[in-house]
């Protein structure tokens, strides 16, 4: 647009007001030669100006139009002026940048740590929390927790009737059951696959299409309609190699037979990493009143398009109030919420991600301080650069802005390396991500990520950029040009800042210690807490007996197969159970208490129950503390007989003895329960996590209380790994079409079931390291340049009798007051880490002395070995030299 | 043949302008009264159109324009071809050519 012909200067520029006065002047200049040319001619001045007026024609549009014009042209000069500016100093910056290769190398590998780190935790909370699930309107899709008395999130089949008939704010609901299955084709082994029984409206709710076949149809709900099955796409090209004639194929799942009738996408699964769902068939006992108090289902709902999620949270909590004064025994202060099927995936872990950003945040302040520092110290090196340029005619805001132009330029390079770095620590890192944390390993750099990360990079160039910038030109010109080309004398100023940013740093430092230290310490106490049994030397996998399996055909195998693992060469004991610690299994009931007074439903007691066989105490480590543990002679002839653990005794027997009361346990529909004995009280084992208090168990034989769900613990004399294979072809011998799975030794159960915990805690303390090396070689850095400026003061000193331990000392003094000026500033700001972070604390408090005196001596540690190295060249400093060079 | 007032349209008084300035710097006043003498009166072109005319060339990089002294020592706004004008003007008088040879071939008597 403009004229491509280079100007040798600039021209100033032009005001609207200087603009008009310009084209004034132009076009008077025209009519003042035109006048003198027509008077000089013979015409009277008056007449000449009506002449030359007339010639012109319209001088007021003629003013106006040029002006506009004018205008336009000096807008596009600017735009051209700043972007040949900007690309002259992108030019200047990059050869200065060249020209130090080593301060540009340092200052790049920072900030690339710093930018890498956010960019790799961003794209974690990007995947995390920001993206939509996959589903049309995923925000008005819901789960339906049921709560009661503050605790439990599941519905009873009722709920399901009561939504389904009173609720108008849903499009529909479907219930949830999760189930294993053992799915069995022609010609292959059992397998074991993730399984869930829906009702038939399932993925209508979702709004997804299939990838082959159909989805379940309403004619599948039905009493009696033929059994139907839909497949993941996962499971779909693992198994039946992506061949769509697999539509309409019969397979055994828990022997049975099932049609399949579709193929769900992969990435539109839901949940997420099921691979099979079957239809939900009612029993009878299910959809009636008594069921009211049988909470085990999960529900989905879909709000309908363009209803208020808290109408319908309203609408649910209405609903089950209308309930509660119906049945109030059963249902007493029970309440439902609705909450969107993101939350309900990553509620949890909202806030450990928003703490690693913080703490990534963190490190790269640190990494903005160190830069600054650096530029600081070439700030001083290039004063006599700024001050020529000074003197020929540069501006400070023009230098200010040449200055932050190359800030931008060596962020912009860090972010571009950092993105390397941080595909490469979420390669090494995502992939140890336990499975239970949805959307994390799957996380990649994206179009968004890679914004934010450019975004973040411009922001780092100027916080790191602006402070050695304003340095600029704050001193006299005719000192700095006098000084030389050895760059000027310290000034205070600028020493002063680099102090605040080394204080600021060890302070930032301190603060994400500290949160580190407190997650690592609590992790530890995690890690020893005892968890009631004995986890080396012990292998487990289970197992699912299929329905064709009755309680006799149960207690055989069980028997079987508790008979021939005895006899494998290595195995020291074995024992079984339906569920074993930290498997994630449950089975609670309500139960009474003979001889004590009749309590409202509502007010009966509840305990964990589990059903083993005799050697399971001892197999698993055990100890029998009162009693006799279950025996081999507990059999469906003798009296029904229970053990119970300590916490039992502890909430229900006080102060009794707990032996040889009975107890009517509430289940298998028994009228008035199962009446049972007490023989013994085992020790506690922490079933849910190592975290989550042991709760009241009753252990009942498996002889007396079959169960389809087997777990085998094996106590072996050599490493348990090695009796997995003769264990899985020995079940392979008593049912070809029973699949072992979570083949696991109970070591690794243990330590899976702490994963988050080691996942959060190894994260924020590497980003605790990277803070504290960053802010060791901020503290060195700034300590080296002092004592190098200082050179002609220590050789004095020595000179004059310091002797050199009393340098050396003067040198790390220094240094360790920034660093304690910092550390107290830290800690105040470790007070608020310490609140943010308390909520994932366990048996450690968020002022914990151990943690926070930890931090201190590691960070006094570290400064007192980075003042040394300068301390040492300091005390080295020979008097002769020192001040001959000045 | 009659010398009548032409309404002249805006391409044709800008290469009018282009022509002008290829022999040389000069001032608005200047551009004028060449275009004038050139033209014989023929053309009575305003002063107006043409001060638009330069602007508008200047702002499309065809002329650039610079402060000087004229001839009377006063300061006077000195335009000059830029390479890019000149490329144009010789775009523009090609094509004025092959026009007016048109017209000139329909006029002839037969």
């Not at chain 1, 008077?28 to 001619?41: G, K, V, Y």
């Not at chain 1, 108008?168 to 059951?177: A, L, P, Q, T």
């Not at chain 1, 400070?396 to 941080?422: D, H, P, Y």
């Not at chain 2, 200047?30 to 602007?55: F, M, N």
């Amino acid at each position: 647009m403009t004229s491509p012909r280079k100007k040798l200067f600039r021209l100033p520029w032009r005001t609207p007001r200087q603009i008009r006065d310009d084209v004034d002047e132009e076009l008077r200049f025209h009519l003042d030669m035109r006048i003198a040319a027509l008077t000089s001619a013979g015409l009277s001045p008056d007449a000449a100006r009506q002449r030359a007026t007339h010639e012109f024609g319209d001088l007021d549009d003629a003013r106006r139009y040029i002006g506009a014009v004018d205008r336009d042209i000096e807008a596009a000069q600017r735009r051209s002026d700043f972007m040949n500016d900007l690309w002259h100093d992108m030019g200047y910056a990059l050869r200065k940048l060249r020209a130090a290769p080593m301060f540009t190398l340092a200052a790049i590998a920072t900030l690339a740590l710093g930018i890498g780190a956010n960019t790799a935790i961003f794209s974690v909370v990007n995947n995390v929390l920001l993206k939509p699930l996959p589903f049309p309107h995923a925000d008005h899709l819901v789960r339906i927790r049921y709560t009661q008395q503050g605790h439990g999130d599941v519905a009873t089949p009722m709920d399901l009737i009561d939504n389904r008939t009173r609720a108008k704010n849903f499009d529909g609901f479907s219930i949830i059951e999760g189930t294993t299955a053992n799915l069995t084709r022609a010609n292959a082994d059992a397998e074991r696959v993730q399984g869930v029984r829906v009702n038939a409206n399932w993925f209508a709710l979702l709004r997804i299409a299939p990838l082959a076949g159909r989805f379940f149809t309403a004619g599948d709900d039905d009493a009696g309609a033929p059994n139907v099955a839909v497949i993941s796409e996962q499971l779909w090209r693992r198994d039946f190699s992506a061949d769509k004639s697999v539509i309409g194929k019969t397979v055994r799942i828990n022997s049975m037979p099932f049609t399949i009738v579709g193929v769900a996408p992969g990435d539109r699964r839901y949940p997420i990493t099921v691979e099979l769902w079957m239809i939900k068939h009612w029993a009878p006992n299910e959809l009636v009143d008594q069921s009211r108090g049988a909470r085990w289902l999960g529900m989905l709902a879909r709000v309908k398009d363009g209803v208020d999620i808290a109408a319908a949270d309203n609408e649910v909590e209405k609903i089950s109030e209308a309930m509660e004064k119906q049945f109030p025994e059963i249902l007493r202060e029970r309440r439902a919420h609705v909450v969107t099927v993101h939350e309900f995936l990553v509620g949890e872990i909202r806030k450990p991600l928003f703490i690693m950003l913080g703490a990534v945040t963190l490190v790269l302040l640190i990494a903005c301080a160190n830069v600054a520092n650096l530029m600081l110290v070439r700030a001083t090196a290039r004063e006599s650069e700024m001050a020529v340029r000074t003197a020929l005619g540069a501006g400070r805001g023009r230098l200010i802005r040449q200055l932050m132009t190359e800030s931008v330029m060596l962020s912009l390079v860090g972010a571009a390396v950092g993105l390397a770095v941080a595909r490469l620590a979420m390669h090494e890192m995502l992939g140890r991500a336990p499975q239970n944390l949805p959307f994390v390993a799957t996380a990649s750099i994206d179009g968004t990520t890679l914004a934010v990360t450019a975004i973040v990079a411009l922001f780092t160039g100027v916080i790191f950029g602006v402070l050695p910038a304003m340095q600029v030109g704050k001193h006299d010109l005719a000192t700095a040009l006098r000084a030389g080309s050895r760059g000027t004398r310290t000034r205070p100023g600028a020493n002063g800042a680099k102090r605040i940013i080394v204080v600021a740093e060890v302070a930032v430092a301190v603060t994400l210690l500290t949160g580190a230290g407190l997650l690592l310490h609590s992790f530890a106490k995690l890690l020893s807490v005892d968890p009631g049994f004995r986890a080396d030397g012990v292998l487990t996998m289970k197992l699912l007996l299929p329905q064709s399996y009755d309680s006799t055909a149960s207690q055989n195998f069980a028997r079987a197969l508790e008979q021939r693992v005895r006899a494998l060469p290595g195995v020291k004991s074995v024992g079984l159970a339906n569920f074993i610690p930290l498997d994630g299994g449950s089975e609670n009931y309500a139960f009474t208490i003979r001889g004590h007074a009749p309590v409202r439903p509502s007010e009966q007691p509840s305990t964990e129950a589990r059903k083993v066989t005799p050697d399971f105490f001892a197999t698993m480590g055990m100890p029998i503390l009162r009693g006799r543990a279950i025996s081999a002679t507990d059999q469906p002839g003798t009296p029904q007989v229970l053990v119970v653990n300590q916490a039992f005794v502890h909430q229900f027997f006080p102060t009794a003895d707990p032996i040889g009361k009975s107890i009517a346990l509430g289940w298998g529909g028994i009228p008035g329960g199962d009446e049972r004995e007490i023989v013994g009280v085992v020790g506690d084992v922490h079933s849910f996590g190592l975290e989550d208090a042991p709760e009241p168990t009753v252990y009942a034989p498996i002889a007396q209380r079959y169960d389809h769900t087997i777990s085998i613990v094996v106590r072996t004399a050599g490493p348990p790994a090695t009796v997995a294979t003769p264990l899985r072809s020995l079940v392979r011998d008593l049912d070809h079409e029973l699949p072992v799975y979570s083949v696991q030794t109970m070591e690794e159960r243990v330590s899976g079931s702490v994963g988050r915990q080691r996942f959060y805690a190894s994260l924020i303390a590497i980003f605790a390291a990277v803070a504290l090396l960053l802010s060791a070689v901020g503290l060195y850095g700034v300590i080296a340049y002092a004592v190098s400026q200082r050179t002609h003061e220590l050789g004095v000193r020595v000179a004059l009798g310091a002797t050199s331990d009393r340098i050396s000392r003067m040198v790390i003094g220094e240094g360790l007051l920034l660093t304690a000026v910092g550390i107290v500033l830290g800690l105040f700001a470790s007070l608020f880490a310490g609140r943010v972070v308390s909520s994932l604390l366990f048996g450690v408090g968020a002022l914990d002395p151990m943690t926070i005196g930890g931090v201190v001596l590691v960070l006094a540690g570290v400064a007192m070995f980075a003042s040394w190295l300068p301390a040492r060249r300091a005390a080295r400093v020979d008097p002769l030299i020192a001040m001959r060079g000045d | 043949m009659a010398a009548s007032p032409m309404d002249l349209l805006q391409g044709t008084l800008d290469v009018l302008v282009l022509r002008t300035l290829a022999w040389g710097t000069m001032h608005g006043y200047a551009v004028s009264r060449w275009i004038h003498q050139r033209t014989d009166g023929v053309l009575e072109i305003e002063d107006a159109p043409l001060y638009k005319s330069l602007h508008r060339l200047e702002r499309a990089g065809y002329v650039s324009a610079e402060w000087g002294l004229s001839e009377n020592n006063r300061r006077a706004r000195y335009y000059s071809l830029t390479p890019a004008g000149r490329r144009q003007f010789a775009a523009e008088e090609s094509a004025w050519r092959r026009y007016a040879e048109a017209v000139s071939k329909v006029l002839e008597p037969t």
